[in-house]
């Protein structure tokens, strides 16, 4: 299916907007409705297979979905706190010695796109103040 450009870029431009996890609702609520959720749903499955949003699996089966920043770094990955579900993009060096390491002493690739790793932000670790 070939998506109106127009709605495909109001989609997107609604999901970058998400500084946290999102539901597919949040995005159909924050276009008021105007895009059908079909879709909204076959867009996002298709911008999940291009690695620009990640599909988070809850408990309760409900799905969530993060935006991840785009960028040309190779050395890159994503912090996202546990507590506000906020996504914070780092572009550092230091993560090319543990890709180093995972591979050499562990004999595994993996895709350097989507690497996040969960814990508190500073603003939840000192609990909000």
């Known amino acids: 299916m070939t998506y109106n450009t127009k709605q495909k870029d109001s989609i997107l431009n609604a999901i970058k907007k998400q500084k946290k996890e999102f539901a597919i609702r ?22 999940e297979k291009e690695g620009i949003v990640k599909k ?34 780092i572009d550092c ?4 010695e543990l890709y180093e390491h995972i591979s050499l002493k562990h004999n595994f690739q993996f895709n350097k796109e989507n ?14 103040k």
């Open 93 to 96: 060096d230091c993560i090319k």
């Open 26 to 47: 949040d995005i159909y609520n924050e276009l008021n409705g105007n895009i059908g959720l079909t879709t909204i749903y076959r867009l996002i499955d298709k911008l």
């Open 56 to 89: 988070i699996t809850h408990q309760e089966d409900s799905f969530y979905y993060q935006y991840l920043e785009e960028c040309n770094e190779e050395n890159h990955f994503y912090l996202k706190c546990e507590k506000c579900g906020n996504l914070i993009h």
């Open 115 to 128: 690497i996040i790793i969960n814990g508190l932000c500073s603003k939840c670790s000192k609990g909000g």
